[in-house]
């Protein structure tokens, strides 16, 4: 069963960066489809935040765009978020997310990771 593991959220005031990583725990990364980011705020639904195509095309939440980057590295099974000029808008609990679409197909979650921008 394959494992997706997030790492870098804490606490950070509003203007500063924190850098998030998503380590796999099998070689998925290069057969996968997508991969991307997520986030859920208390009280609202889970929104995309950035993805990653097989073919490295990226796409943005409007809200994010300019700031986020999202990269991967498929030799170190890692899909990292780099979010600049954060804002307390920007709290949330982030989630990793692979998914190939293509038969075998499979759709992964990790557990998700804390981050919050204190203004």
């Known amino acids: 069963q394959v494992q997706l593991v997030e790492s870098g959220g804490g606490l950070v005031q509003t203007g500063g960066s924190l850098r998030l990583s998503c380590a796999a725990s099998?070689?998925?990364?290069?057969?996968?489809?997508?991969m991307a980011w997520y986030r859920q705020a208390p009280g609202k639904q889970r929104e995309l935040v950035a993805a990653m195509t097989s073919r490295s095309s990226t796409n943005y939440a409007d809200s994010v765009k300019g700031r986020f980057t999202i990269s991967r590295d498929n030799a170190k099974n890692t899909v990292c978020l780099q979010m600049n000029s954060l804002k307390p808008e920007d709290t949330a609990v982030y989630y990793c997310?692979?998914?190939?679409?293509?038969?075998?197909?499979?759709?992964?979650w990790g557990q998700g990771t804390q981050v919050t921008v204190s203004s």
């Open positions: 099998g070689s998925i990364f290069s057969s996968a489809d997508a």
């Open positions: 997310n692979v998914d190939r679409t293509r038969s075998p197909g499979f759709n992964y």
